[in-house]
């Protein structure tokens, strides 16, 4: 994985650099019970990054607030790591280093320096959504 020497500087860099969105006609398609559709970035910018974004929505009866979106930054191997993802609140996701759960809210997954070094499956610290701000 090529992912351990990105900090959070460089995340930030990833998340704010300036992007254009490439195939705004892409359609959803429907796959294993939830609806997704899938977008392809760039970096405006002479960085030369690309990126995938996605929304997908669970279809499942009594599923409607299981939902994921997110960014995903595809290095030059060709790996892809998710930068940033915002869940429904179907499920209490715990922060295992912080030995915390965010419970049933919706909630952001942000890659950090931290986690990545950890190589935790999920790699992502994550917030509730109440009074959270970005700067």
């Known amino acids: ?9 460089k ?24 609806e997704q559709v899938n ?3 760039t970096a405006t910018d002479d960085s030369g990054h690309i990126f995938e974004v996605y929304k997908r929505q669970n279809l499942r009866e009594g599923m ?8 995903s930054w595809v290095s030059p191997s060709g790996e892809v790591l998710t930068l940033k993802r915002y869940n429904g609140p179907s499920h209490d996701h715990p922060n295992h ?8 809210n919706c909630h952001i997954h942000l ?11 999920t790699g992502r610290f ?8 970005y700067t």
């Open 39 to 41: 977008y392809k970035v």
């Open 111 to 121: 890659a950090t320096e931290k986690y990545i070094k950890t190589n935790k499956k």
């Open 97 to 104: 280093l912080e030995k915390t759960r965010v419970g049933y």
């Open 64 to 71: 409607e607030d299981d939902f994921s979106c997110g960014i």
């Open 11 to 34: 995340i930030a860099d990833l998340l704010n650099c300036p992007k254009r969105l490439n195939n705004p006609q892409a359609r959803s398609k429907n796959k294993d019970g939830h």
């Open 126 to 133: 994550c917030r509730g959504n109440k009074k959270i701000q």
């Open 1 to 9: 994985m090529a992912f351990e020497s990105l900090t959070d500087n």
